[in-house]
């Protein structure tokens, strides 16, 4: 149990698109944490004993509190100190933007996953990338009224989707680049050459029990 003072206890995954978005908000924040990086196949029994569900992102508090979904501990950390204004939309209400990621994980990130499963490319994984673009379009869509989905600024939404957008992108980067979607293009590029983006993805050891974690942000 940590004590009293300790940082809060994040563990992560480097690559979990979930994670990515919890660190983004940690970073958007200001919170500091200390930050345990996890591998899937072998996670700690720490971790399992705090959230026995066992994915990351997990967030364990000094007070024992613990927030085991990624948007939990991004509201959380957003509305402990929220100097970019990410929990405030300029076009629509944040239930809006919460339906919006709703929707991201649970009818787009489906498709994601047939999608990018590595095989042959099949009638299956078409049908998924068919549908996964009917989300993107509507990303687009929005992107066209403002630079980010929900205006001039970058919200909860806009950290929360990217790291499954770039996902999506990555399975085939020369077909996402060829889509009529130029500024969602456009709005990834910019994220992945953010330094948000840069501080939220060192490669890290991974913990082992009795070590410290990484003092994150950096
Ligand atoms: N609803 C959860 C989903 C988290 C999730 O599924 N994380 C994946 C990694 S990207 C995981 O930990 N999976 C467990 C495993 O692969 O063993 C959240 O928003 O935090």
Redesign the pocket.
């Known amino acids: 149990m940590p004590s009293a003072t300790a940082l809060p206890v994040l563990y992560s995954?480097r690559?979990?698109?979930?994670?990515m978005r919890?660190r983004l908000a940690l970073i958007a924040s200001d919170t500091r944490c200390e930050l345990r990086e996890i591998v899937?196949?072998d996670?700690p029994a720490e971790m399992l004993a705090a959230s026995p569900k066992?994915?990351?992102?997990v967030l364990v508090m000094a007070d024992g509190t613990v927030l085991?979904?990624?948007?939990d501990?991004m509201q959380w950390a957003l509305r402990r100190k929220d100097p970019q204004r990410w929990l405030q939309p300029e076009t629509g209400t944040l239930e809006e933007l919460l339906a919006l990621v709703a929707a991201c994980?649970g009818d787009f990130k489906p498709q994601l996953d047939r999608y990018k499963y590595p095989g042959r490319f099949d009638d299956a994984e078409h049908a998924a990338r068919e549908r996964g673009a009917a989300f993107l379009r509507e990303l687009e869509t929005r992107l066209s009224a403002a630079p980010y989905l929900a205006g001039s600024h970058a919200t909860l939404a806009d950290a929360a989707l990217m790291p499954f957008v770039r996902q999506f992108a990555m399975v085939h980067m020369a077909w996402f680049a060829a889509q009529p979607w130029p500024r969602l293009n456009a709005w990834l590029s910019a994220w992945t050459a953010s330094e948000l983006f840069a501080r939220a993805m060192p490669k890290y050891a991974a913990w082992k029990p009795g070590e410290a974690g990484i003092g994150f942000p950096r």
């Open positions: 995954f690559r979990c698109p979930y994670a919890a899937l196949r996670k066992g994915t990351v992102p085991e979904q990624s948007l501990i994980d």
